[in-house]
């Protein structure tokens, strides 16, 4: 008897198969390709100045407990919200 997660895979691997069959080699998919690409685009900025605005909202926070550690007299505090290394994906 085969496995449920081996059955569930092949039918998403078949469905997106046919998906990308019917983006791939058809002219209604060709066209519809044509209007989503603009709108991914967009999607793919707006990602990355989301990115942008949590790493200066990182930053702040940084600078924020800095100062505080520093008005309480903690010198050697670590930051609260040590700055994220992750390569960009776009």
Known sequence: MADSR??????????LGGVMGYLLFTEQGRALRRRMEPALDDFARELTNLRATLGKAV???NEGWKLLNEALGEQDAQLRYPSPHQASPF
Not at 6 to 15: C, E, I
């Open 59 to 61: 930053g702040v926070a």
């Open 6 to 15: 081996t059955v569930a895979a092949s039918l998403v691997g078949a469905v």
